[in-house]
């Protein structure tokens, strides 16, 4: 099947006479995904809302659609070992993964198609696309690299190299900062033109999991083993400490697996995922938890917040995804 040829929800009414009034086009106010065969690592919605993709240990990526009955309706195959991170383009016309087969991919989102596999050499745990108008993405590895990879080309085009593994990685919104977590459990903010670490972000007391620019560009939210999610400002000539706010209440276990984080499409709202098998959401201006929601039988592993209407993905250890509107 096509992302092109998917159509929109068709408009109904938001209010049930069985219960409260609903805030979503879903067909329900929870929906069950359920097909992978291993944890579920990873998951991203498009750009228009339509669609899900999740990653998992199962080595396969799924697409799904967010309405209706929430069809899985085509698989991505190619990788041989798990999908650790995954991202959809501005577009919505391509999907890049991280695997722990050493390699990234680019999938063509319409065909299903494995479209390039770049190998940067070891186990690639995030990846991150570029904001810009440069078809541009950076990955991290635990060889202590991160490189810069040109969709248009077959090489990389850039890689800055630290002592500790890259256990998450992002770009700036002008390009220009790569920024680093690793299990030095320090952020590391390099130079692009100088390939020079300009700036770090220290406070962590455990590995970086997990780090998500904020929709503005303005702040840098990053998951670390130690608990503590924090909001970073990682705007230029910043003067003093850039350490912003902390959100408390998400947990990690001996697993150490490599929890994500997100903002919500409006930037007030933060989460990440937890060992509790709980999805805990947090309100940016005040710190405070908004949302402590069960249903997950194992570690959550990432939370992503729809683009335009109030509806959460989860997925777990637990084999299972979850769709609920808020």
């Known amino acids: 099947m096509s992302l092109a040829v998917a159509e929109p929800p068709a408009k109904r009414s938001r209010h049930d006479a069985t219960?409260?009034?609903r805030t979503s086009d879903m067909m329900a106010p929870i929906m069950l995904l359920e097909g992978h065969e291993a944890?579920?690592?990873?998951?991203?919605?498009?750009?228009s809302g339509r669609y899900l993709a999740t990653g998992s240990n199962d080595k396969s990526i799924f697409l799904w659609n967010v309405y209706g009955e929430c069809e899985n309706f085509n698989v991505l195959e190619g990788h041989k070992n798990a999908i650790l991170d995954l991202?959809?383009?501005?577009?919505g016309s391509k999907i890049v993964s991280a695997s722990a087969d050493k390699t990234v991919g680019v999938f063509d989102a319409n065909r299903g198609k494995r479209l390039k596999k770049y190998s940067p050499g070891s186990v690639v745990n995030s990846v991150n696309l570029s904001r810009g108008d440069e078809p541009l993405l950076v990955s991290g590895g635990d060889d202590g690299k991160a490189m810069v990879w040109d969709l248009r080309s077959r090489h990389s085009v850039q890689t800055v190299e630290g002592k500790f593994p890259v256990t998450a990685c992002a770009l700036s919104a002008d390009d220009e900062l790569i920024f680093t977590g690793s299990t030095d459990n320090v952020v590391k903010a390099w130079d692009r033109r100088s390939e020079a670490v300009v700036f770090t972000l220290e406070g962590h007391a455990d590995t970086i999991t997990g780090m998500s620019l904020s929709p503005d560009g303005a702040s840098l939210l990053t998951n670390s083993m130690d608990k503590t999610l924090i909001s970073w400002d990682v705007r230029p000539f910043v003067t003093g400490s850039r350490f912003d706010k902390q959100f408390e209440g998400a947990q990690h276990n001996l697993e150490k697996t490599l929890l994500k984080c997100s903002w919500s499409a409006d930037g007030e709202m933060v989460s990440c995922g937890s060992s509790d098998h709980v999805v805990h959401i947090w309100d940016v201006p005040t710190g405070e938890e908004l949302y402590h929601l069960p249903g997950h039988a194992g570690?959550?592993?990432?939370?992503?917040?729809?683009?335009?209407?109030?509806?959460?993905?989860?997925?777990?250890?637990?084999?299972?995804v979850y769709l609920g509107e808020l």
Request: glycine residues 8%; charged residues 25%.
């Open 39 to 47: 944890a579920v690592n990873c998951l991203k919605f498009d750009p």
């Open 299 to 320: 570690s959550v592993n990432e939370v992503a917040f729809h683009p335009t209407e109030p509806i959460l993905g989860s997925c777990g250890s637990d084999k299972k």
């Open 87 to 91: 991202e959809w383009n501005r577009s």
């Open 19 to 21: 219960g409260p009034p």
